[in-house]
């Protein structure tokens, strides 16, 4: 199921056939980043990196040289060390680099200083990610300037440098079927989470406790971290889009807000549940939750090639306002409300955004400020949403403290649209049955 190296192999040499003659781009990896004092969190190599090498090691750079005759793919990473390994563990090492990742040629990064200048100089250009890492910024015009103090007797500095971030993150956009199905096994194991996390929740559980299950569930099945912070709101909390602090306890007639998805071998899984913490929606939560699960039905069913990125969105905004005017809680005609964004007191976010690599994945929502089209093998999630403030005095309080999203990946394919997050209860009928067997 991994991505092979002929796969790896290919996404270099269609980014470099889109760069310009007598160019080089560099690829720095991802620096290790310290938690508290000399603790590190668990590394993870930048997804652009990984994208481009399936190697998973700090301390490296990518160096790529389209139609040079030494060889195009230039690696520069740790060299072995048997006793650093003892403490860290295993370094691939230049010498083995070359085979286990099909490249042209590797050396120990401590010599990056002598060789890359002359991987850099003659060249008309440099292609980078300008902007995102101050170290490496000053370290690329460093070696730029090296190379102008020789330019009397050598060949000549770039004069031209380019983002490098657009062109590699078309390709990032459209998804293999290798990474797809990466991708639905990311969702698998995120199902079988909230699965277990719906199966033990009850009134009086803390919600860092459905937490646990979420992460115990994603790493008993493979996924060595989730994607993102998990959400686990309950009650008032679900109201809050990004709420994180997961440490209140589940009361009695609380709707549960999940999301939460892991990710697997670099892929991304995204999914959100709302349900009951008895077991059994109150007459005014299955109202918002009906209206949310059919504009989700909605957008999903705008997922489909040639459409436009906002089609889903403005699929998902009629349904909700629709269901809001029928509710009692906005009033005016729907049209009306649209073009006012009455929804916003509601609805306050798009309903999706890219998912691969990243949770927030890479690629342009618009181009030449148009909303681009969707095409086979971008992944979008689908997450539209409902939330009535505690605070919100202009609605009845039945309804205050109701905050319901369902989040689903979504594929686009020839014909239509694919869902990757299959497999967890989500109409009414599904949850409460659901959750009525796990009681009894």
């Known amino acids: 199921?991994?991505?092979?190296?002929?796969?790896?192999?290919?996404?270099?040499?269609?980014?470099?056939?889109?760069?310009?003659?007598?160019?080089?781009?560099?690829?720095?990896?991802?620096?290790?980043?310290?938690?508290?004092?000399?603790?590190?969190?668990?590394?993870?190599?930048?997804?652009?990196?990984?994208?481009?090498?399936?190697?998973?090691?700090?301390r490296s750079l990518l160096a790529l040289i389209p139609g040079r005759r030494q060889g195009e793919v230039v690696l520069f990473c740790q060299e072995k060390d048997k006793e650093k390994e003892l403490w860290s563990g295993f370094i691939?090492?230049?010498?083995?680099a070359i085979s286990e990742l099909g490249i042209d040629d590797a050396y120990p990064i401590e010599d990056i200083d002598d060789i890359?200048?002359?991987?850099?100089?003659?060249?008309?250009?440099?292609?980078?990610?300008?902007?995102?890492d101050d170290d490496f910024d000053d370290r690329v015009m460093e070696w730029v300037k090296v190379i102008r103090t020789q330019a009397k007797i050598g060949p000549h500095p770039p004069s031209e440098f380019q983002v490098l971030d657009h062109l590699l993150h078309e390709l990032r956009l459209i998804k293999s079927t290798a990474e797809i199905k990466l991708m639905k096994k990311a969702a698998e194991i995120s199902a079988e989470g909230h699965k277990a996390a719906m199966a033990i929740c009850e009134p009086g559980i803390r919600e860092y406790e459905?937490?646990?299950?979420?992460?115990?569930?994603?790493?008993?099945?493979?996924?060595?971290?989730?994607?993102?912070?998990?959400?686990?709101?309950?009650?008032?909390?679900?109201c809050t889009l990004h709420y994180d602090s997961n440490d209140a306890e589940v009361k009695e007639g609380d709707?549960?807000?999940?999301?939460?998805?892991?990710?697997?071998?670099?892929?991304?899984?995204?999914?959100?549940?709302?349900?009951p913490a008895n077991g059994k929606f109150t007459p005014e939560q299955k109202a918002i939750y009906e209206i949310v699960l059919k504009a989700q039905e909605a957008a999903?069913?705008?997922?489909?090639?040639?459409?436009?990125?906002?089609?889903?969105?403005n699929a998902s905004v009629k349904v909700i306002t629709k269901g809001l005017v029928k509710l009692g809680?906005?009033?005016?005609?729907?049209?009306?409300?649209?073009?006012?964004?009455?929804?916003?007191?509601f609805y306050m976010h798009r309903v999706g955004h890219w998912l691969g690599m990243d949770v927030h994945d890479v690629g342009d929502y618009k181009i030449d400020n148009h909303w681009r089209l969707l095409e086979p093998g971008m992944v979008t999630t689908i997450e539209p949403g409902i939330y009535i403030s505690p605070t919100n005095t202009k609605v009845s309080k039945k309804w205050r403290g109701i905050g319901v999203r369902i989040e689903?990946?979504?594929?686009?394919?020839?014909?239509?649209?694919?869902i990757l997050s299959t497999g967890i209860p989500k109409t009414v009928q599904e949850i409460e049955s659901y959750m009525s067997e796990l009681s009894s």
Request: charged share 25%; with cysteine.
């Open 1 to 58: 199921m991994s991505i092979t190296n002929r796969e790896f192999s290919k996404r270099r040499k269609d980014l470099m056939s889109q760069m310009e003659s007598n160019s080089i781009a560099l690829l720095a990896s991802a620096s290790p980043s310290v938690r508290n004092n000399d603790a590190e969190y668990q590394y993870r190599q930048s997804s652009d990196f990984y994208y481009l090498t399936g190697f998973a090691e700090p």
């Open 92 to 96: 691939l090492g230049p010498d083995a």
């Open 116 to 132: 890359i200048l002359g991987l850099i100089e003659g060249r008309d250009r440099i292609y980078y990610s300008m902007g995102k």
């Open 210 to 238: 459905l937490e646990a299950e979420l992460l115990y569930s994603f790493t008993r099945n493979g996924s060595r971290s989730p994607a993102y912070l998990s959400i686990v709101g309950a009650g008032d909390n679900a």
């Open 255 to 275: 709707l549960v807000l999940i999301d939460a998805g892991c990710e697997y071998e670099y892929y991304a899984s995204d999914i959100t549940r709302t349900f």
């Open 300 to 313: 999903i069913k705008a997922v489909i090639p040639g459409a436009t990125w906002d089609a889903p969105h």
């Open 329 to 345: 809680l906005i009033q005016g005609t729907p049209s009306q409300l649209i073009k006012d964004l009455a929804y916003r007191d």
């Open 408 to 418: 689903d990946d979504v594929l686009v394919t020839k014909t239509g649209n694919r």
